[in-house]
């Protein structure tokens, strides 16, 4: 079974500056996508970025970007230039490549707080 | 224009009660989940229905019964409501397999969630 593991229950970061989202995850497969959802105080969850495993290039989403190292079966999210509406916890998402249906598996949440 | 709508996003009810979750999707998706959110907001996954058949059914008591009258709804009847079932419960669909000239519908999409508290 895939497990997915975010080792940093809350984050800071000031206002403008950068900051990074670890998550790891364990799989026995070659062909999975990951994804990093937020979810602000409203509780909606929102999609962030995604990543097809097969693909080398790191996704890019405006300011956010993530570092996937396959080898080392890490996933991280920067979040560049922080704003106060990126305060929230983000999800880190495994799912294996498509079938019919495929469930996510989550990571714990990383609780990002941005100050001014 | 809701993609993936739930209702009610609260509900408070008494233990023994038997009560459902709606959800509907706008999207066209022929896949729809349910997922559980802990207090510890642990999301778990809890079924599945691909066009109206179960694919996916987690270690979930019989107490909770998925029920998919058409592609765009799925369901969630509880019965006899227990303290521990307390938690927001998340509708998500998705496009399975995707087609070719889509090939992000795959994703899941979630629906606002919906809090129920058992007294």
């Known amino acids: 079974a895939q497990t997915v593991t975010q080792s940093q229950p809350e984050m800071s970061v000031q206002e403008a500056e950068t900051v990074t989202l670890s998550c790891t995850y364990d799989?026995?497969?070659?062909?999975?996508?990951l994804f990093w959802y937020k979810q602000p105080p409203s509780r909606q969850m929102i999609l962030v970025i995604r990543?097809?495993?097969?693909?080398?290039q790191n996704a890019t989403e405006n300011r956010f970007s993530v570092n996937f190292q396959k080898a080392a079966k890490s996933f991280s999210l920067k979040i560049s230039d922080s704003q106060l509406g990126d305060a929230a916890m983000y999800f880190c998402?495994?799912?294996?490549?498509?079938?019919?249906?495929?469930?996510?598996?989550f990571g714990t949440g990383t609780r990002l707080q941005v100050t001014l | 224009d809701t993609a993936v709508s739930q209702t009610p996003k609260y509900l408070v009810t008494q233990m023994g009660n038997d009560k459902s979750i709606k959800c509907e999707q706008n999207l066209g998706h022929d896949t729809m989940y349910w997922y559980k959110q802990d207090s510890k907001k642990f999301l778990k996954i809890m079924f599945s229905?691909?066009?109206?058949?179960?694919?996916i059914n987690e270690t979930v008591p019989n107490r909770f019964s998925p029920k998919s009258p058409d592609k765009a709804h799925l369901n969630l009847h509880i019965n006899s409501l227990e303290l521990g079932d307390s938690a927001v419960y998340f509708c998500?669909?998705?496009?399975?397999?995707?087609?070719?000239?889509?090939?992000?519908?795959?994703?899941?999409?979630f629906g606002p969630g919906t809090r129920l508290t058992v007294l």
């Open positions: 229905y691909n066009n109206k058949e179960l694919i």
């Open positions: 998402a495994y799912r294996s490549a498509p079938r019919t249906a495929s469930k996510l598996t």
């Open positions: 998500a669909s998705s496009q399975e397999p995707p087609p070719t000239s889509a090939p992000s519908t795959d994703t899941q999409y």
């Open positions: 990543q097809e495993a097969y693909k080398q």
């Open positions: 799989t026995s497969e070659s062909d999975y996508y």
